[in-house]
């Protein structure tokens, strides 16, 4: 299957800083990455589409200003979480697929903000 | 769009029994199913997964069931073993290479 790379796995940060987080598609040219978002024990929430060379498209309640995503490459989706706050503390998790595959995620970024 | 329920949110069965798992969809144009496992931390685990023209599938002692009319779908796991203690996570997609609407998960507890 398709290997997507994350990182970081985890990472902690003051509020108020930027983190951004990274997911490359390492054996094929994924035109689309979904980032979700994942709260402790909770399920698995998508907070938007990305596609290569044009804007994500982001879910209902989810700011764009705050949540940038670029995907400037075939191979590479980034997802940066502006002006973090001890509520966007979370498990965010990116995926892509091949047509009519299953889905590939990356191995998640877990971050806190303090 | 899709809307995905999932029951039970917890679940405890003794080891060697059956485990079932229970998801219902909304939306008639999804033709996707799949299962996730995940560990804490961890991205989740494709177990197994159906597509809509087809009714049932088998993985040793995993198995999916999936009724298009009522539109629901189920997983079993028979001669459950510790390991098999995790969340789980179904889903629905719409389309060949779309976003996934996952359940709201079931913790599975088994014990000896």
């Known amino acids: 299957g398709a290997v997507v790379s994350q990182h970081p796995s985890w990472v902690i940060c003051k509020s108020g800083t930027s983190v951004k987080i990274e997911c490359r598609s390492l054996?094929?040219?994924?035109?689309?990455m979904f980032w979700y978002r994942q709260f402790p024990k909770q399920s698995l929430m998508l907070m938007a589409t990305?596609?290569?060379?044009?804007?994500?498209?982001?879910e209902q309640g989810v700011e764009k200003d705050k949540f940038l995503i670029n995907h400037a490459s075939l191979t590479l989706s980034t997802l940066t979480v502006t002006s973090a706050h001890p509520e966007d503390s979370s498990f965010y998790i990116c995926?892509?697929?091949?047509?009519?595959?299953?889905?590939?995620f990356g191995q998640g970024t877990r971050l806190t903000v303090v | 769009g899709e809307n995905v329920e999932q029951h039970p949110s917890t679940l405890s069965v003794q080891e060697g029994d059956s485990a079932v798992i229970k998801c219902t969809y909304s939306?008639?144009?999804?033709?996707?199913f799949p299962w996730y496992k995940q560990e804490l931390g961890k991205r989740p685990q494709l177990i197994i997964d159906?597509?809509?023209?087809?009714g049932e599938k088998k993985d040793q002692r995993i198995a999916v069931t999936l009724n298009k009319t009522a539109k629901h779908f189920s997983l079993h796991i028979t001669e459950t073993q510790p390991e098999d203690s995790a969340v789980y996570f179904c889903?629905?997609?719409?389309?060949?290479?779309?976003?996934?609407?996952f359940g709201t998960g079931t913790r599975l507890q088994v014990t000896l």
């Open positions: 054996d094929f040219q994924a035109t689309t």
């Open positions: 889903a629905a997609r719409t389309g060949t290479a779309s976003k996934l609407t």
């Open positions: 995926s892509t697929a091949r047509t009519n595959t299953e889905a590939f």
């Open positions: 939306d008639s144009a999804s033709n996707y």
């Open positions: 990305s596609n290569e060379g044009s804007k994500a498209t982001y």
């Open positions: 159906i597509r809509s023209n087809v």
